[in-house]
């Protein structure tokens, strides 16, 4: 699916049942919603992991961003990992909170302090 406006493209929507695409009319705006939620993140450089619930960013060989809806909010944290070992060694929460417009203002303070740190290298 694609968001135009205020509009869903889906390709090749013609072949789908028309009880699918009823069921998207019935849900256009959460859906436009995640869509919106995915191109924001896209444009802050995070990779989308799960469509509107889970988004990842690796700053290193050794450190990742993850931004994550959980339960009724939204939480961001780092995680470092030695290389080729499972468990984190370090992981610093970023923010939490009920929207998802204010943990992302987050994140990108977060990565814009990343940037201007390695910048003083």
Known sequence: MLQE?????????????????????DHKREILAILERDNQAKRAGLMIAISGELYTLTLNNVSSVYFEHIENGWEAWRETHYPHQYKAISSKIIAKGNTFEFVFQKVRQYLDYIIKKREKR
Do not use: E, M, V
């Open 5 to 25: 406006g205020n509009h869903i493209l889906i390709k090749k929507g013609k072949y789908l049942p028309s009880s699918i695409t009823a069921s998207i009319g």
